[in-house]
């Protein structure tokens, strides 16, 4: 069996949502998502594309629904002993195969928390779930219930937040060497992404981001690659990746001599960085670290040209997306406490003039404040 907590704190976990379970007047979960999953008992697998369900009852029993071939990943990654197979086939309804479970967990009756807000469960799968249930058990969305258990990280879910954040650093130090004129995009991934492999870290739960001359205002990964230009600029935006634990980072970078409204635009973006690791204290909430970012921003006259976000908490997340519950925006009421890893990222974008500037990196927040876990100076890099 391979685990990578020990089956106390994985148990410890467990405990912990169940009693949330109790304090929230729930009988048990149905969760979708697999980072919940993971969370409450090492189950490693990217089968959740399909339907598959683990119920987590309010007594700490646990049942998992999947399809075959997942059966030896759960008993390999997982303390999960119960795992029931569903059949592929054009008649198969995996829905009421977990009635019939749920059934047998005597949930009849019952009021059941579900994890509507899953990558796990499409639409279609959902509307399938609330007939199939429909009359035999109340349901709930309680989408973040575990999330906000999550969200706060153990000393050993640190352990590997810092070796990520260690491969972060490695992944641009890969880079920077490469960035030059005539350079071809898909060899300064490959640089990135290698280092991440070599330090023995993961894929990221989303594709890394690069983008140079007009993609360079993108912040989202597109097909297609270029060779840069003597006088060009690059966006990157990654991650470190330990036991699926991320610590991403961002950074524009510049061939060529930078013009002066982009030097400009690099101060803005510093200073706001530094403001809202700033505001990443204890007792503070989501919405006040942002409010640092736009402060910063629009007294710089950089209102039109930043964004309505600029981060959120990271921690072990799946394709497709590692952002993690919760974000920097504006009134978030969720309050920042110690042990929260949060991912913060400045971006400016000005169409106008095709400038681009994005500056980024993770923190763990601690009892004074955040701690910032990159080793990488905050400099605009020049080729």
Same mark, same amino acid.
């Given at each position: 069996?391979?685990?990578?907590?020990?089956?106390?704190?994985?148990?410890?976990?467990?405990?912990?949502?169940?009693?949330?379970?109790?304090?929230?007047?729930?009988?048990?979960?149905?969760?979708?998502?697999?980072?919940?999953?993971?969370?409450?008992?090492?189950?490693?697998?990217?089968?959740?594309?399909?339907?598959?369900?683990?119920?987590?009852?309010?007594?700490?029993?646990?049942?998992?629904?999947?399809?075959?071939?997942?059966?030896?990943?759960?008993?390999?990654?997982?303390?999960?002993?119960?795992?029931?197979?569903?059949?592929?086939?054009?008649?198969?309804?995996?829905?009421?195969?977990?009635?019939?479970?749920?059934?047998?967990?005597?949930?009849?009756?019952?009021?059941?928390?579900?994890?509507?807000?899953?990558?796990?469960?499409?639409?279609?799968?959902?509307?399938?779930?609330?007939?199939?249930?429909?009359?035999?058990?109340?349901?709930?969305?309680?989408?973040?219930?575990?999330?906000?258990?999550?969200?706060?990280?153990?000393?050993?879910?640190?352990?590997?937040?810092?070796?990520?954040?260690?491969? $972060?650093? #490695? /992944? &641009?130090? !890969?880079?920077?060497?490469?960035? @030059? +004129? %005539?350079?071809?995009? =898909?060899?300064?991934?490959? *640089?990135?992404?290698?280092?991440?492999?070599?330090?023995?870290?993961?894929?990221?739960?989303?594709?890394?981001?690069?983008?140079?001359?007009?993609?360079?205002?993108?912040?989202?990964?597109?097909?297609?690659?270029?060779?840069?230009?003597?006088?060009?600029?690059?966006?990157?935006?990654?991650?470190?990746?330990?036991?699926?634990?991320?610590?991403?980072?961002?950074?524009?970078?510049?061939?060529?001599?930078?013009?002066?409204?982009?030097?400009?635009?690099?101060?803005? $973006?510093? #200073? /706001? &960085?530094? !403001?809202?690791?700033?505001?990443? @204290? +204890? %007792?503070?909430?989501? =919405?006040?670290?942002?409010? *640092?970012?736009?402060?910063?921003?629009?007294?710089?006259?950089?209102?039109?040209?930043?964004?309505?976000?600029?981060?959120?908490?990271?921690?072990?997340?799946?394709?497709?997306?590692?952002?993690?519950?919760?974000?920097?925006?504006?009134?978030?009421?969720?309050?920042?406490?110690?042990?929260?890893?949060?991912?913060?990222?400045?971006?400016?974008?000005?169409?106008?003039?095709?400038?681009?500037?994005?500056?980024?990196?993770?923190?763990?927040?601690?009892?004074?404040?955040?701690?910032?876990?990159?080793?990488?100076?905050?400099?605009?890099?020049?080729?």
């Amino acid at each position: 069996m391979t685990l990578h907590f020990t089956k106390e704190e994985l148990a410890t976990r467990r405990n912990r949502v169940c009693a949330a379970m109790a304090r929230a007047g729930l009988d048990g979960m149905l969760l979708f998502r697999q980072e919940s999953m993971y969370y409450l008992t090492g189950y490693d697998t990217f089968g959740y594309v399909f339907f598959q369900c683990l119920f987590l009852g309010g007594d700490g029993r646990m049942t998992l629904l999947t399809r075959a071939p997942d059966l030896r990943q759960a008993r390999e990654t997982s303390v999960i002993e119960d795992i029931r197979i569903w059949t592929d086939g054009p008649d198969a309804e995996p829905a009421r195969e977990l009635r019939a479970i749920l059934e047998e967990h005597g949930c009849r009756g019952k009021t059941l928390g579900v994890e509507y807000e899953a990558y796990g469960l499409t639409a279609r799968n959902g509307k399938r779930l609330d007939a199939a249930l429909d009359g035999f058990a109340g349901l709930r969305d309680e989408s973040e219930l575990i999330s906000r258990q999550r969200v706060v990280k153990s000393a050993a879910e640190i352990g590997y937040v810092r070796r990520a954040a260690h491969l $972060a650093d #490695d /992944a &641009l130090e !890969a880079a920077l060497p490469l960035v @030059r +004129p %005539g350079a071809f995009e =898909g060899d300064i991934l490959a *640089a990135m992404q290698g280092a991440v492999f070599r330090g023995g870290g993961d894929y990221p739960g989303n594709e890394f981001i690069i983008g140079s001359g007009p993609a360079s205002l993108l912040c989202r990964y597109r097909s297609g690659r270029r060779h840069l230009d003597a006088d060009d600029q690059l966006t990157l935006e990654w991650a470190g990746v330990e036991r699926h634990y991320h610590a991403a980072m961002m950074r524009t970078l510049r061939l060529g001599p930078p013009p002066a409204a982009q030097s400009e635009m690099f101060k803005a $973006a510093r #200073d /706001a &960085l530094l !403001a809202v690791e700033g505001a990443l @204290r +204890p %007792g503070q909430c989501f =919405g006040a670290a942002f409010d *640092a970012h736009a402060r910063t921003l629009d007294a710089a006259g950089y209102a039109e040209h930043r964004m309505n976000a600029c981060g959120y908490s990271l921690g072990t997340t799946f394709a497709p997306n590692w952002m993690d519950w919760p974000m920097l925006y504006r009134g978030n009421p969720v309050e920042i406490v110690p042990g929260m890893t949060v991912f913060v990222h400045i971006i400016i974008f000005d169409s106008g003039r095709g400038l681009a500037m994005a500056l980024g990196r993770t923190s763990h927040i601690g009892n004074g404040g955040g701690e910032v876990l990159s080793r990488m100076p905050l400099e605009f890099a020049v080729s």
